[in-house]
């Protein structure tokens, strides 16, 4: 099979390019960036530069192909991250249509059942309503749990304040996922058959925020670590300090808040799937020490 993917050689796209390869398809990386030409040919893959806000480049990139992996890559510039996403969405269904491609996994997201009050999940959920408009193409859309790795941004603030927190609480439920568990589902379904359009929840594990955090904490020399529930005005602070844009720390400040009140999850609920992934959080604890160590 010919199968594009975008998202470059990122923590998802790399190990699902790696994966396709070795099963003997040919694989087309989608990256904006020129400097990524060697790496991507260094994993048997074919490079494709440029950018996905350009409808006729994706077009090219998608044509020929008998399958192709979607997501929207983060732009952190964003001034309005929502409207961002929806466009990104929009330049992805305008070049599945005119390139004549019949199959799509797209990268999606928990919460994505809900158009409002989920941050920048709402764009994911418009992009499965953009894509899920589109006549004669097969889309599943993955609905991805809260990535392991977004632990990593807890670093600094276990260094510089010896806590971990957010605006939920310690008994807040979080449903996880390692980015390599994305990439074996994404590739069971690139390879795989299915019709219409529909969805599957790719998801590694289920944990309350003090679980997380006591294993974490113990990967790390620091059985004690507290976890504080910081207020929605002290997390925007705190996002903005560290770089964060004030558009784009609302937005997360929001997706806080329905992690807070469960219902990111309430759709989860009812379609648990019956596979989960293998990466559970004590393997990522090892992961999240390295990382952890390897910046003292």
């Not at 499965?128 to 097969?138: I, K």
């Not at 379904?189 to 599957?200: D, V, W, Y």
């Not at 955090?213 to 790390?220: N, R, T, Y």
């Amino acid at each position: 099979m010919k199968i594009t993917i975008t998202g470059s050689l990122g923590n998802i796209s790399k190990p699902l390019a790696e994966l396709l390869i070795n099963n003997g398809h040919e694989v087309t990386i989608i990256s904006s960036d020129p400097k990524k030409i060697n790496n991507i040919e260094a994993v048997g893959a074919k490079a494709a530069i440029g950018s996905v806000s350009e409808v006729p480049f994706l077009t090219n990139a998608f044509k020929g192909a008998d399958a192709i992996y979607t997501m929207v890559p983060p732009n952190w510039a964003a001034t309005n991250y929502r409207q961002y996403i929806k466009e990104t969405g929009n330049n992805l269904r305008a070049a599945i249509k005119a390139s004549g491609v019949k199959k799509v996994v797209n990268l999606s997201s928990i919460g994505a059942h809900l158009s409002e009050g989920t941050g920048p999940i709402a764009g994911m959920h418009d992009v499965e309503q953009t894509l899920n408009t589109l006549d004669g193409v097969v889309v599943k859309h993955l609905r991805a749990g809260f990535f392991y790795i977004n632990f990593f941004f807890d670093i600094g603030t276990i260094r510089h304040m010896g806590v971990m927190g957010n605006n939920y609480g310690s008994d807040a439920k979080m449903v996880l996922v390692h980015p390599n568990d994305i990439a074996i589902a994404a590739a069971q379904e690139l390879q795989g058959s299915f019709a219409g359009k529909s969805f599957r929840y790719v998801v590694s594990e289920e944990r309350t925020i003090a679980e997380i955090v006591k294993v974490l904490g113990a990967a790390i020399n620091k059985h004690d670590l507290p976890w504080v529930q910081f207020s929605n005005e002290e997390t925007y602070a705190g996002m903005t300090s560290a770089g964060m844009s004030p558009a784009i720390a609302t937005t997360y400040v929001e997706m806080g808040t329905a992690i807070k009140s469960g219902i990111l999850f309430e759709d989860f609920e009812v379609h648990k799937p019956q596979v989960w992934g293998q990466i559970k959080l004590p393997h990522f604890a090892h992961e999240f020490a390295a990382v952890y160590n390897a910046q003292q």
